[in-house]
């Protein structure tokens, strides 16, 4: 699991394949499939060819919220919000063997974390995120630290984040960046991915 640069597909997208193959072409890391709009039975075919389309690249499909999806297409895991399936419930239907991510927002969130069901939390928003209107309140890079320092497994920013802030990133402590829109609505995802992977590189 390489959480350096993790891209997250924009609800609704025309085209998710085509965005996720550009973004791990242009250096994304982990890919991850968030869809509230479609259901299962569409996202399951979906799920498959996106497998398929990043394998070559070994880099790993993480399905948001749908753990039917995530059995039925075989994904790599799952990633659960604060709001949606329990993690202790997400891991049994998942099994061991698969990723589990999970959204924490505040401090609660980690000390509420049973140690040894998720493998990384997804830790914001950041920023204030047009790509999911119903976010919680804003932590910046201050509560990112503060919540990254107490989590006992990898992290992975996100929240509104783009070009020009792996450095504060990084320095917050997180393993890597997490982005919707700064890739999934570049007029070229692809050097947009590869110019953030080597901004992150270099900070």
Do not use: C
Not at 91 to 107: N, Q, T
Not at 158 to 172: F, M, P, Q, S, W
């Amino acid at each position: 699991m390489n959480l350096t640069l993790y891209f997250v597909t924009p609800d609704g997208a025309a085209d998710p394949e085509a965005l996720a193959v550009a973004a791990v072409r242009g250096g994304a890391t982990l890919v991850q499939l968030r869809d509230k709009r479609r259901s299962d039975a569409e996202l399951v075919p979906l799920a498959r060819r996106l497998i398929a389309a990043l394998d070559p690249f070994g880099v790993p499909l993480i399905v948001n919220d749908r753990v039917e999806v995530v059995l039925a297409a075989g994904a790599a895991g799952l990633h659960v919000g604060q709001g949606d399936l329990g993690i202790e419930e997400a891991r049994r239907r998942i099994g061991p063997d698969r990723l589990l991510g999970l959204s924490v927002e505040a401090p609660g969130h980690l000390q509420a974390l049973p140690l040894g069901i998720v493998d990384y939390v997804g830790v914001g928003p950041v920023r204030a995120t047009a790509s999911k209107p119903d976010h919680a309140p804003p932590i910046g890079f201050d509560g990112l630290a503060r919540l990254v320092a107490a989590a006992p497994v990898p992290a992975v920013a996100i929240g509104g984040l783009g070009a020009g802030d792996a450095r504060a990133v990084k320095a917050a402590g997180a393993d890597g960046l997490a982005v919707v829109s700064a890739i999934g609505s570049a007029a070229d995802p692809e050097a947009a991915a590869r110019a953030l992977a080597e901004e992150w590189r270099q900070a």
